[in-house]
């Protein structure tokens, strides 16, 4: 099979359920890698021959847009080629949550030190801001307060 007959099967499958706008953007996306995996020196063949059947990628795509919404799957990066222009890419859902997810878990390692180092500080400065407080309240009271 060729590059052209896969995306015909795979565009006419897709076709069957999604719009336009989807279906293109399923295309591009399997477009993208195929041509990179042939810029890193794979032949045609043996990148199709991964992918499998274009048939069933489409029904796990239509599947997977059901399920989850209309970028169920994949989500949009932007990325620059070796000219300069930005060509428009998608990745997998699960490299765009690790992201999210990673950095949400950095910033919660940092709130945390922020909060450990600031409760050792109250713990250590404690003593002082009793005393100081019972100090003020003996004050208050010898004077009458």
């Not at 069957?16 to 045609?44: A, K, M, P």
């Not at 991964?50 to 399920?67: Q, V």
């Not at 209309?70 to 990745?91: L, P």
């Amino acid at each position: 099979m060729t590059k052209q007959e896969f995306f015909m099967k795979l565009r006419e499958t897709l076709s069957d359920e999604l719009n336009d706008r989807q279906v293109n953007e399923q295309v591009q996306y399997y477009e993208g890698y195929i041509n990179e995996q042939i810029r890193l020196g794979r032949s045609e063949r043996e990148v199709l021959d991964e992918l499998g059947d274009p048939r069933s990628i489409a029904h796990n795509i239509i599947d997977g847009i059901e399920a989850g919404g209309s970028n169920a799957g994949y989500s949009v990066y932007e990325e620059y080629t070796e000219n300069g222009e930005n060509a428009r890419q998608t990745e997998p859902t699960w490299k765009a949550k690790f992201k999210v997810y990673g950095t949400m878990a950095v910033i919660l390692c940092i709130i945390f030190v922020v909060l450990m180092l600031v409760t050792r500080l109250i713990i250590w400065l404690l003593p002082a801001i009793v005393v100081a407080g019972a100090v003020l309240w003996i004050i208050k009271k010898i004077n009458g307060q």
